[in-house]
């Protein structure tokens, strides 16, 4: 695609249901990244994708977040039993890979957790 | 593990003004990339301007250029002409070129421009 897509936009859940996040990357980008931008912080890495596998999960704050990434393209980010605490907009970006790549992010899905 | 800071929570300049952001950073490391984002209402992160730390030369992008001093590892940002387009939050953001490819970004400043 012509950019990084995320769905949904908006996502509006009661607390202790799981949400599913999607991450849809700029087509050949083999590295991928998720974040978390919760309100007036700066953003906080989750996890990184390199093809399918995932060599750094260090910033999944609890078990209850998981991610996976199938066929080296589309990313879904998994948080289980919501909690007020995750309300936070959360940021996919993908690059060619590479220590020297840009990385292009999508726009987010704002996470409201009630 | 790296640190990035942003002191100004918020800054504010006149249009066609120049303004300056300030960032600092905590490393062990020689070789690493520093990076200025910029994320408007829309949330989508924009790159604005990146520096790698062996260049001793600051980088210009335009209106947009940087003041980078390695030893004291500062990173600031300098906006010339202010255009209200510009008013947007400014991440400032660390990457490691060992291996490591997170970013590690500051908490921001948000820049507002006065017509």
């Known amino acids: 695609g012509a950019g990084v897509s995320q769905s949904p936009s908006n996502k509006v859940t009661e607390k202790g249901k799981d949400v599913e996040l999607r991450c849809d990357p700029i087509?050949?980008?083999?590295?991928l990244y998720w974040y978390r931008q919760s309100l007036g912080q700066g953003l906080e890495f989750l996890i990184y994708?390199?093809?399918?596998?995932?060599?750094?999960k260090s910033g999944l704050p609890s078990d209850r977040f998981s991610a996976e990434r199938t066929g080296g393209s589309v990313s879904t980010l998994t948080i289980q039993r919501t909690q007020q605490e995750d309300s936070a907009v959360y940021l996919c970006?993908?690059?060619?890979?590479?220590?020297?790549?840009?990385?292009?992010f999508g726009s987010g899905t704002q996470l409201s957790v009630l | 593990a790296q640190t990035v800071t942003q002191s100004q929570p918020e800054m504010s300049v006149q249009e066609a003004e120049t303004v300056t952001l300030s960032c600092t950073y905590d490393?062990?490391?020689?070789?690493?990339?520093l990076f200025w984002y910029k994320q408007p209402p829309s949330r989508q992160m924009i790159l604005v301007i990146r520096?790698?730390?062996?260049?001793?030369q600051n980088a210009t992008e335009n209106r947009f250029s940087v003041n980078f001093q390695k030893a004291a590892k500062s990173f600031s940002l300098k906006i010339s002409d202010s255009q209200l387009g510009d008013a947007a939050m400014y991440f400032c953001?660390?990457?490691?070129?060992?291996?490591?490819?997170?970013?590690?970004f500051g908490t921001g400043t948000r820049l507002t421009i006065i017509p």
């Open positions: 953001a660390y990457r490691s070129a060992r291996g490591n490819e997170k970013l590690t």
């Open positions: 994708f390199q093809g399918n596998s995932a060599p750094d």
């Open positions: 970006a993908s690059s060619l890979g590479g220590f020297d790549e840009k990385l292009f």
């Open positions: 087509s050949g980008h083999t590295a």
């Open positions: 520096q790698e730390a062996y260049k001793q």
């Open positions: 490393t062990s490391e020689s070789d690493y990339y």
